[in-house]
């Protein structure tokens, strides 16, 4: 009897006997018989202690920021997690709960997704955000039909070049069954002016990244105004950490904003569980995919949290539904509220700032180095670097000194030569960027 | 009593902080003026880790969990979540490593991923997995999706129907419709099959496929699955299976052998990695030969050397997500699966079904069963109490909150009147059982006696029934200082 069972053998023949049974096989008489009990060829169980040996030995295979240290990013960050996150992710309250489904006794959940909307929208200065997607390219998905659905009778989303080639991957898989064009990123160098001048009067959606992939800031101001007057919705998918900083989706009036939500307190965990954000204007709140958190009273008067709007939803409104969206990243969501309270205002800017100043230190002493340059312009944490051999190689070299060396952009922008796209964040320190600028010259 | 619990942003004061970064050291470069905010972040609040700690402990209270109380509800097999799991997914080489590191510096966490793929193809009878999807819905999306390539990829562009049963878990049908299908319904029989006329009546050459539970949602075994899959695949079409139930049948049937094409697992249900108040999951993927050259990648294979390595399936419908799916998931599965082995992964379906059964014999002589029969990992039943005027099955779900216990699935499945949903799962002891048992036969005497507690229910919860009409009416959705001062107002009156 496994240790996560409950009931007795002699509980088992009382139980069986109230049923009317004789035996446990009996219960799955509707089995088809030749098919019924198959043999399972599974490794032996094995007891805590030796599955956690085994664990620690596979876990010990992979390069870690317990070990190395990294300068990939690419879209997942080594950022700071304070202790005190996982800690409340921890308490059996929490993640052992189901989704809020019964509000009197989910308040905790439903008051921390409240508070999830609440920050996310100072954060972002948008209207509304929904309690999560999955991830940043889901995110981006779903914006994408959403705007099919606001803007009647357009067939055409238009992606900048500057989107995470990954999330305009998951963006095709999503569309892949609809009768939907997406274009605006087959030419390497292509800029947002270049994706602006492809919005047309078929088009519903202009998706934009910034910091764009290869880690430029632009400044976004105007654009909006542009894709409204031919009709269009415009997305933005931004960065969490450089909203501490730069200009929010808010203020450069996008009608949605997006983001991949994991560097707000989740760690790296090899891509995944992460958090898709997903805001937009109070005005397409019935549009959206998801569950949302509003506040109402009970039947006291007391003031309470409830999910809202469900009407949109796939248990209510089945193939009417505006997405099939169910189980989301609740947990994930909860960390990123954690987060977002314990670093507060102050604590935002300052994670910004240091992501900045490092970032640009590092870049300063690999453009000096010989052979390597850095591309020119504005940038936040993430910046390309031009090397002198194939990344590949340098890369090889970097392992052996410990270090997780930038994404070699040779397969997305084979264009750019030898390239590499290094992220910078709070936690390389000088002297780790140090030990990586020294260990460049050597290679 | 007022049991208000403040708004984070209610705690904030201006100049506080809750996190101790390290100080700059490097030297400063310039900020770009045109690029920054211009509002100095005004309206985000100020707190510190005491106070931060302290608020998501006490709000966190106002919650029921599994770790609190029994969580009979059905369709979400709530069961225990070992803390073992915990521990693992939060080893350095699996909670830190970067998803894009090279593979050299990855092969313990792809070891795992590809035996992960491995154990669910074997325990389901399918020759191939994808851990990609990230939850059961995106699983049903990666299946049709696969579904809809496999029909192109053979010149058959026009099967556009999905059958979906009436009993249907709600992400079916609109899984069908994201993916540009139409969804034909397809009736239940009365002992809660698939109406086998109906289902013939309904193939036909614009078939993509079937979209089956199977135990069904009315928490039967479908008696007539292979006749109905060979129906389905004569008529062309290929069979989904939605493995929301496969808690049932570990051990007990591999849906690759009952004729399924493809199935997703909810490795969040069946796998138990925890629900984490609705998220994050696991829907990974498993399917026949025929259709694993159309799997969303990447998955994980072994190349010559024996080396882990990640590769995109040579048709396939494409990534529907970033990285490789929700891995610290696929390590809590994995832990569970080596924990338990075979034989323990059949227990587990066996005693599933046992504690189903005994809830359903000890409970339907005051709640009718839906369909009269032996069910699998959960049971249907009607909260039509002989004798109780205006009762209705949501006053009995919310009395059962005043007897310490959450509230089984209800009105679902939606073919059945006043459905209550229960599934116990396995890691429920018989006394709690017993206890649940005994608060639902008081429940069905105060439905006749004192209906009026029932009505009033629940009174011993963080707040009572509340006015779902006013929060969409009247929609906030994220701190309003004035909304907010509005209804404590209200309330003080």
């Known amino acids: 009897m496994s240790h996560y069972i409950s009931i007795t053998e002699a509980e088992r023949a009382a139980m069986l006997a109230a049923i009317g049974v004789n035996s446990l096989e009996d219960l799955f008489a509707d089995v088809p018989e030749e098919r019924r009990f198959p043999r399972l060829d599974l490794p032996a169980p094995l007891s805590e202690p030796e599955l956690m040996r085994e664990l620690r030995a596979l876990s010990d295979m992979n390069a870690s920021t317990h070990g190395h240290s990294i300068f990939l990013g690419a879209g997942a960050y080594n950022h700071f997690v304070p202790a005190a996150v996982d800690q409340i992710l921890r308490r059996g309250e929490y993640y052992t709960a189901y989704t809020p489904y019964q509000p009197e006794i989910s308040q905790g959940t439903l008051q921390a997704i409240f508070e999830y909307q609440s920050l996310i929208c100072s954060l972002t200065g948008m ?31 238009v992606v900048a070049r500057g989107v995470n080639p ?29 994706a602006l001048s492809l919005v047309d009067a078929q088009t519903a959606l202009l998706i934009v990244q910034n910091p764009d992939f290869l880690g430029r800031l632009h400044d976004l101001r105007g654009l909006a105004a542009q894709v409204q007057a031919r009709g269009a919705l415009l997305c933005v998918h931004f960065d969490p950490i450089a909203l501490g900083l730069f200009q929010t989706p808010g203020e450069v009036g996008a009608d949605i904003a997006t983001a991949e939500g994991q ?7 090899y891509g995944g569980p992460y958090l898709g954000i997903f805001t937009t204007r109070q005005k397409y709140v019935h549009k959206i995919a998801g569950r949302i958190v509003g506040v109402t009273r009970d039947v006291d008067g007391r003031l309470a949290y409830v999910l809202t709007l469900r009407a949109r939803e796939q248990d209510i409104r089945r193939e009417r539904a505006t997405s099939n969206i169910c189980t989301n990243q609740g947990l994930m969501a909860l960390a990123a509220t954690v987060y977002m309270s314990l670093l507060g205002r102050q604590g935002m800017r300052q994670v910004a700032e240091l992501c900045y100043h490092r970032a640009h230190y590092a870049a300063a002493q690999i453009a000096a180095l010989p052979g390597y340059s850095v591309e020119s312009g504005p940038f936040f944490k993430e910046f390309v670097v031009r090397c002198p051999r194939p990344v590949a190689e340098i890369n090889a070299a970097l392992r052996e000194r410990r270090i997780v060396g930038g994404y070699d952009l040779s397969q997305d922008e084979p264009h750019l030569g030898h390239a590499m796209l290094l992220a910078v964040t709070e936690m390389n320190s000088k002297a780790e960027i140090d030990r990586l600028v020294a260990a460049l010259r050597e290679v | 009593m007022d049991t208000y619990e403040p708004h984070l942003y209610e705690l904030s004061a201006p100049g506080k902080h809750g996190a101790n970064l390290p100080v700059l050291d490097v030297p400063e470069t310039p900020l770009p003026e045109a690029l920054l905010r211009q509002d100095d972040m005004n309206d985000f609040p100020s707190l510190t880790e005491p106070e931060v700690i302290r608020h998501y402990t006490r709000i966190s209270q106002r919650n029921y969990a599994i770790d609190t109380g029994f969580y009979p509800l059905g369709s979400c097999t709530m069961k225990y979540n070992p803390r073992l799991h915990e ?42 997995v994808s851990l990609q999807p990230a939850a059961g819905a995106q699983g049903e999306f990666a299946g049709i999706l696969t579904f809809r390539a496999y029909h192109l990829d053979r010149n058959d562009p026009q099967r556009v129907e999905v059958l979906v049963p009436d009993a249907a878990h709600g992400t079916n049908p609109a899984t069908a419709a994201m993916a540009g299908f139409k969804v034909v319904e397809v009736k239940s029989d009365a002992r809660g099959n698939v109406d086998l006329d109906d289902l013939k009546a309904k193939l036909s050459p614009r078939t993509v496929g079937m979209m089956l539970t199977n135990p069904n949602t009315l928490g039967l075994f479908e008696e007539h699955i292979v006749e109905v899959a060979r129906l389905v695949h004569e008529a062309g079409g290929l069979m ?17 052998e009952l004729g399924f094409d493809f199935m997703h697992y ?9 629900h984490g108040g609705g998220g994050p999951g696991s829907g990974a993927v498993g399917c026949t030969a025929a259709l694993t050259p159309f799997l969303p990648g990447p998955r994980v294979r072994r190349d010559t050397s024996g080396a882990y390595e990640l590769f995109i399936p040579e048709k396939s419908i494409g990534r529907l997500k970033t990285f490789h799916g929700n891995f610290g998931m696929l390590v809590r599965a994995w832990t569970y699966i080596r924990s ?61 909150i005043d007897y310490g216990f959450h509230p089984p699935t209800v009105y679902f499945p939606l073919i059945v009147p006043e459905a209550l949903m229960i599934e116990p799962t396995e890691t429920e002891s018989k006394r709690t059982l017993d206890a649940f048992i005994e608060a639902m036969r008081q429940i069905a005497r105060e439905a006749v006696e004192t209906p009026d507690l029932l009505h009033q229910a629940p009174t011993k919860a963080p707040v009572r029934r509340l006015d779902e009409v006013r929060a969409a009416r009247q929609p906030v959705l994220r701190y309003d200082a004035e909304a907010f001062a509005r209804i404590r107002e209200e309330a003080s009156q």
């Open chain 1, 127 to 157: 209207e509304i955000a929904n309690a999560s997607h999955y991830d940043g390219g889901t995110a981006i998905a779903e914006a994408a039909i959403m705007a099919l659905n606001v803007v009647r009778n357009r067939r055409k989303i």
């Open chain 1, 166 to 194: 990954q999330y305009r991957a998951v963006l095709r898989t999503y569309l892949q069954a609809l009768d939907v064009r997406i274009t605006g990123d087959e030419t390497p160098d292509a800029t947002i002016e270049d």
């Open chain 2, 87 to 128: 521990e693992a997914a939060r080893l350095p080489g699996f909670a830190t490593a970067h998803p894009l590191q090279d593979a050299s510096l990855s092969q313990g966490a792809l070891q795992l991923m590809y035996e992960l793929q491995e154990y669910l193809g074997e325990i389901s009878g399918f020759d191939a």
């Open chain 2, 340 to 400: 338990l082995g075979a034989a323990g992964l059949r227990e587990v379906s066996e005693i599933a079904v046992l504690n189903a059964n005994y809830a359903r014999v000890m409970l339907k002589d005051l709640y009718p069963q839906a369909i009269d029969r032996i069910c699998m990992h959960e049971t249907v039943l009607k909260g039509q109490i002989a004798g109780a005027q205006g009762v209705r099955t949501l006053d009995i779900a919310k009395r059962l």
């Open chain 2, 240 to 256: 989904y299976g939605d493995g929301a139930n496969f808690n049932a049948i570990l051990g007990i049937a591999r849906p690759g």
């Open chain 2, 266 to 274: 909810n490795l969040h249900k069946t796998f138990t990695t925890p």
């Open chain 1, 263 to 269: 560097s707000l307190g989740i760690g790296l965990n």
